[in-house]
């Protein structure tokens, strides 16, 4: 019997392919919220093939059900904003906003009410080493207009790091 321990293992945990930094191709892009449209129009057509054969066969259920998705479609149509800010704007809106030199920054898209409009929340750091000031920034993705903002201390103890 052999000693598993002794036995080299290449099936043991790795970085999956995209987010291997050595196969950088560019800056990401996020997608535009307007492909909602797409779904919205498959399950508009889904919804009027269910009400015309409900209706044809006097299937309540069936034509009740293609409402309910014609319902659906229409809000995903309502839901199709268009993402007018891009994730490198919205950094530039944010360090303005801030009011000092931002040096590490992460951006996330977040929405919010029933329809679902986009926002980009913005944390970021100042440039020094460790960063003695941070921020919070939510920016509107469909017009640009700041919805708030917090900056405070940085309040994390980085004396470990250095």
Do not use: C
Not at 91 to 103: D, K
Not at 119 to 126: C, G, K, M, N
């Amino acid at each position: 019997m052999s000693d598993p321990k002794s036995k080299s293992d290449t099936s043991g945990d790795a970085l999956p392919d995209e987010l291997n930094v050595t196969a950088y191709v560019g800056p990401y892009i996020f997608p535009d919220i307007r492909r909602r449209r797409i779904g919205g129009g498959i399950q508009l057509v889904i919804a009027a093939a269910a009400i015309i054969v409900g209706v044809a066969a006097n299937n309540i259920g069936l034509t009740v059900g293609g409402i309910a998705i014609g319902v659906i479609s229409v809000w995903f149509f309502l839901a199709a904003w268009p993402l007018a800010i891009d994730q490198t704007e919205a950094l530039a809106i944010a360090s303005r906003t801030v009011g000092f030199a931002v040096g590490h920054a992460s951006a996330q898209v977040g929405w919010t009410g029933l329809r679902s409009r986009p926002s980009w929340r913005i944390l970021v750091y100042s440039t020094e080493s460790p960063p003695d000031l941070r921020g919070l920034v939510e920016i509107d993705a469909v017009d640009g207009r700041v919805i708030g903002d917090y900056t405070e201390a940085n309040p994390e103890d980085w004396a470990d790091l250095e």
